[in-house]
């Protein structure tokens, strides 16, 4: 018995003892430029994960919503998804034809997510925007998310190092004082992290619901505004009805002055 309650034990230290790595769904276009003379046709990255640690990945269901709206109004692209497999865990890719100038703004309400370790639901209302044919309107549209990022900064054409300021949004209304995770894209692993803590960065949303951070490396950068949900849900794994937690995400991409 005594050999039981240890083996508990441990695992539960073990268990503690981990990162608490934060969950981003993922949103990333091949790019966010697109000029007239480039190949107008842009493929899509959707997968839910650590975009630091580049892991685990975490399966994703098909999504309750994939589109992109432009011109003021939306386009449904959930029949464009192609599923795939890595490590037994499920992501989608996509292809889309940018067809005329505009900010191209594409998002995805994907399916809640258990995390057995928090206890609760998870979904995460992402967007990306897409500047074709240098349009430079549009970029500020809002979906119409529960939860929702309003850039107060053009989201694309940013050198690294420059302010991103957005306003966080929930039924319409600015949030005051909300968490906002940040985290890099590390691909390949590119960035060495010294301690954990460097993992997420974490800022507030001030009195008005605004939020700023300066990003100090190019490539894509992801930002979540974490939100209790008013209503539960039940657990998808079949449990009880559990805590919602909703993120309003906006991906940016900064680049390199030279």
């Known amino acids: 018995m005594k050999v039981v309650w240890f083996n508990i034990l441990l695992w539960f230290l073990t268990l503690c ?17 697109i000029t007239p003379d480039e190949n107008r046709t842009i493929e899509l990255k959707l997968l839910f994960t650590h975009p630091m640690a580049q892991g685990p990945l975490m399966n994703m269901e098909i999504p309750k919503q994939f589109g992109v709206m432009a011109h003021g109004s939306k386009q449904d692209l959930l029949p464009t998804l192609q599923p795939h497999r890595t490590d037994g865990k499920t992501f989608f890719t996509a292809r ?21 370790t928090e206890g609760k639901m998870i979904i995460h209302y992402t967007k990306v925007v897409v500047d074709a044919f240098t349009a430079g309107t549009g970029w500020d549209q809002l979906i119409g998310f529960p939860v929702e990022i309003e850039p107060l900064v053009r ?44 993992l997420t960065q974490q800022i507030k949303t001030d009195a008005q619901g605004v ?48």
């Open 155 to 198: 989201p694309y054409g940013l050198w690294t190092g420059n302010l991103f300021r957005a306003l966080v949004k929930k039924e319409g209304i600015p949030v005051p004082f909300a968490m906002v995770e940040v985290e890099y894209f590390n691909e390949g692993e590119q960035v060495k992290v010294p301690s954990d803590p460097f």
């Open 17 to 33: 003892s981990r990162p608490v790595l934060a969950h981003f769904q993922v949103l990333l276009p091949s790019s966010d430029i």
């Open 96 to 116: 889309y034809l940018l067809k005329s100038p505009a900010d191209y703004i594409f998002f995805v309400e994907p399916a809640p997510y258990w995390e057995a």
């Open 211 to 258: 939020f700023a951070y300066t990003m100090p490396k190019s490539g894509w950068w992801g930002f979540a505004a974490l939100i209790d949900g008013d209503t539960p849900l039940i657990n998808s794994k079949g449990g009880p009805i559990v805590p919602v937690e909703l993120g309003a995400l906006m991906w940016v991409k900064t680049v390199e002055m030279r």
